[in-house]
């Protein structure tokens, strides 16, 4: 075979061949990577919805709070939940504020915005204390919050807050939400 | 035009307001100690090498002052501004030689004359604060991964990549989780997207309150991303029938969480680990972070470590008592997550002194979360006639671009503006036209996207002063 034959030979079989480098390239129904998540290790995660789903066992009311308040938040968001602007600290108003959205003075705190009390525990179990955060035991976070919901005049002194209770805890800003209207139409030309 | 909306604000505003004055002035001083030129900051490179060194050590020294004691003194140590490191400058760079080839141990640094820095909102709280861009001495269109704006709620956490592991489970088929090392074996995409804080120019809506633009808009930044789309994670676990939105969290001691809808999420959602060529910054989320192409910054979260799919948003505190526009009529705005079309001059801004009638290239930088920026014009009356501007990069989708404008001051006094108009056709409003929608009383609630028309005063000494016009 002379060379010109084999150069042409070659050139129709790599041509030939072309469609198949395409399909070289792999579309994978599925990676396989990872692996697959325990339910003990799941198990140390949360995120409450409104409607109780994940809340932990146990149980706390307002009594058992105001102790855990006084160790443990007081110090960021003051003694009568009023909060603490000083610096280094910044902990925010709990208490007080109804009434006052739709004014030009708005006080938006746990008490006059928070639309759900299940985010209240969710948050304190994240978060709190600012300098411990996740310290708190789950008794510890339902007193806490019953303490918190109690001083707030949205249950009284003497409810239990637990998985059953808190989700039907109604706040007063429950209906205060809307969901985002833009764009606002009046802005195109 | 001038209609000066009335509006109170509640304590906690005001001192928010007021310590952001006392910052900027403080960050403004030290600058002004480090100019040794009458045309400020900003305006052209100053010919600084013979006694910016100098200057430089004793604002470092000065700095000592305050709180920041082992910064301070690290940087005195290190005779140079943050990210630099300091060397002699010979008197002629020609006549002897430079440093050796990867004498800086193979990772560079910026150069010690450049002095640019982010300052920090003085909250009470240093762990849950944002430090702001320098918008003014940003060239080009990406910011430096080391002047990217931050937003933390409790710190930046210092995370091993190699114990990190991001979960996903909810309502899946298979409940997974993947290592940074899982991650990366995934098909990525590499893209250029701003990042907007929804508090960005939160002074601004009543009157002008902070001097410079790195005040007033330097909660924006922009960096090319390089990760996995969601949609790839989504088929590797399967979602099941109903799934409408996903819980992301972060490994951060604020455990940040917010629920997005999963629409977002398969559209364009990247679990990314690079950022601008290299892997992310600590304070940008390393080892991952979720990019969410144009919602609201708060909404990226940062270490990210879990995605839990669900029917229901999970009305996390970033949810509902923050991150919420609170309206006059005492509704608030909820899921508020688009930053919508803005754009801002940053050359010449506040604080900037042109040193004579002349030819200056106006420029700036103007985005939009609901795709490309399609126009940007640019007004010397304040608004009564407006000019295209030149896009000077090539718009791409939910990314900032670059403008100039070449302009001839007469030396007179003159209001400068620019305005974008995005792909959707939306034009960037007047403040007006926004208080005259959301209501001018909606002080801590609506304090997040403000996204109206920027106005610099140009003085007829040069001067460049922040106004509402």
Not at chain 2, 368 to 393: E, F, N
Request: contains cysteine; glycine residues 8%.
């Amino acid at each position: 075979m002379s060379m010109r034959k084999i150069c042409w030979a070659a050139a129709c079989l790599s041509v030939a061949l072309a469609p198949l480098h395409a399909f070289g390239q792999t579309q994978e129904a599925s990676y396989g990577f990872g692996t697959a998540a325990r339910p003990e290790e799941l198990a140390a995660f949360f995120g409450i919805p409104s409607d109780g789903a994940g809340l932990p066992p146990g149980s706390g009311d307002a009594a058992k709070g105001a102790t855990v308040y006084a160790d443990k938040c007081a110090a960021c968001h003051g003694k009568q939940l009023e909060g603490n602007p000083a610096k280094g600290i910044g902990g925010d108003k709990l208490l007080g504020g109804r009434g006052t959205l739709a004014s030009k003075t708005p006080i938006k705190t746990v008490e006059s915005y928070w639309p759900y009390a299940t985010t209240l525990f969710d948050y304190v179990k994240r978060s709190m204390p600012f300098n411990a955060p996740g310290s708190l035991s789950d008794e510890e976070v339902y007193s806490v919050v019953a303490y918190i919901l109690s001083e707030a005049k949205i249950i009284t002194p003497v409810e239990k807050m637990d998985a059953t209770t808190l989700p039907k805890v109604v706040m007063p800003n429950r209906d205060g939400f809307e969901p985002d209207p833009r764009p606002e139409v009046q802005l195109y030309r | 035009m001038d209609k000066t909306p009335t509006l109170v604000l509640d304590d906690k505003t005001r001192q928010m307001i007021d310590q952001m004055i006392i910052a900027e002035q403080r960050h403004l001083a030290k600058r002004h100690d480090e100019e040794a030129c009458a045309c400020r900051e900003g305006m052209f490179p100053r010919d600084m090498a013979a006694n910016r060194r100098s200057v430089l050590f004793a604002a470092g020294s000065s700095a000592a002052a305050a709180a920041m004691l082992a910064t301070a003194a690290r940087a005195a140590e290190r005779k140079a501004p943050p990210g630099a490191e300091f060397f002699e400058p010979p008197a002629d760079p020609t006549k002897e030689l430079g440093r050796a080839v990867a004498a800086d141990e193979g990772y560079g640094s910026r150069s010690q004359f450049e002095t640019e820095v982010r300052w920090r909102y003085p909250t009470a709280n240093e762990y849950t604060s944002w430090s702001m861009t320098p918008l003014d001495q940003m060239v080009g269109n990406l910011t430096p991964s080391g002047l990217h704006f931050e937003r933390h709620h409790a710190g930046t956490p210092t995370i091993d990549p190699s114990k990190h592991m991001l979960f996903v489970h909810g309502m899946v088929q298979t409940a997974k989780k993947f290592s940074m090392a899982d991650l990366k074996r995934f098909p990525y995409i590499v893209r250029k997207h701003f990042i907007e804080c929804s508090g960005n120019g939160l002074t601004e809506w009543v009157k002008p309150t902070l001097k410079t633009v790195q005040g007033t808009h330097g909660l924006i930044s922009t960096s090319e991303w390089t990760g996995v789309p969601f949609a790839a994670i989504a088929r590797e676990v399967g979602l099941k029938q109903g799934v409408a939105w996903v819980l992301a969290e972060g490994a951060d001691a604020a455990v940040m969480t917010r629920s997005i809808p999963l629409e977002k999420m398969l559209k364009d959602a990247i679990l990314a680990y690079g950022q601008n060529g290299e892997a992310i910054r600590p304070e940008q989320g390393y080892p991952l972070r979720l990019i969410l192409p144009g919602w609201e910054g708060n909404t990226h979260i940062k270490w990210l470590r879990r995605l839990e799919l669900s029917d229901k948003p999970f009305m996390t505190r970033e949810e509902t008592s923050k991150y919420t526009d609170l309206m006059p009529n005492g509704k608030a705005r909820q899921f508020s997550f688009e930053m919508e079309a803005k754009s801002v001059i940053t050359f010449p801004s506040g604080e900037m002194k042109l040193p004579g009638p002349g030819f200056y290239n106006i420029s700036g930088l103007a985005w939009s979360a609901r795709g490309r920026v399609q126009s940007v014009d640019v007004s010397i009356d304040g608004g009564k006639t407006w000019y295209p501007a030149r896009l000077d990069t090539v718009p791409e989708p939910i990314s900032t671009v670059r403008f100039s404008f070449p302009w001839s001051w007469n030396g007179e006094r003159c209001v400068l503006q620019s305005r974008c108009t995005d792909e959707t056709g939306y034009l960037q409003p007047t403040l007006a036209q926004l208080t005259a929608i959301r209501g001018a009383n909606g002080p801590f609630g609506s304090v997040y996207h403000l996204n109206a028309i920027q106005s610099w005063a140009v003085a007829a000494d040069g001067s460049v002063s922040n106004v509402h016009a």
